[in-house]
């Protein structure tokens, strides 16, 4: 499957985008989903992640009870709904998808399809 990215942007704090991730190739909803962040000079971190066989999702301390991860399968794709945003949300968001579900949602290389990352900019 290849995943496309959007909807990035700069956006002041206390704001809101929502990140698309739009699968090609395969049904989306066949895989699990993830979003990680790589800010600079830091490491990639996830953020979010949603099974493939319930939907159940899952979610980073940082950004628990601001950002939302959903699925609409019939657009073929999962989305991050971000609220009340910080500068310290400032990354590269990446969306990555699992052929399986996993206990490991949380680990890079649980994930073998990555999309190509999407801007995020917050400003105080």
């Known amino acids: 499957v290849q995943l496309q990215a959007s909807g990035g942007g700069l956006v002041q704090a206390g704001g809101s985008l929502r990140l698309s991730c739009t699968a090609s190739?395969?049904?989306?909803?066949?895989?699990?989903a993830g979003w990680f962040r790589q800010a600079p000079g830091k490491e990639r971190e996830f953020v979010a992640a949603?099974?493939?066989?319930?939907?159940?999702?899952y979610y980073a301390d940082s950004v628990k009870g601001r950002f939302t991860i959903s699925r609409n399968n019939a657009k073929n794709t999962v989305y991050l709904q971000m609220n009340s945003l910080k500068p310290e949300d400032t990354a590269v968001y990446y969306c990555?998808?699992?052929?399986?579900?996993?206990?490991?949602?949380?680990?890079?290389?649980?994930?073998?399809?990555w999309g190509q990352g999407t801007q995020v900019t917050v400003s105080s």
């Open positions: 949603i099974r493939r066989s319930t939907d159940s999702t």
């Open positions: 990555a998808a699992a052929r399986y579900d996993s206990g490991r949602y949380y680990m890079e290389d649980n994930y073998l399809n």
């Open positions: 190739g395969r049904t989306f909803g066949s895989y699990a």
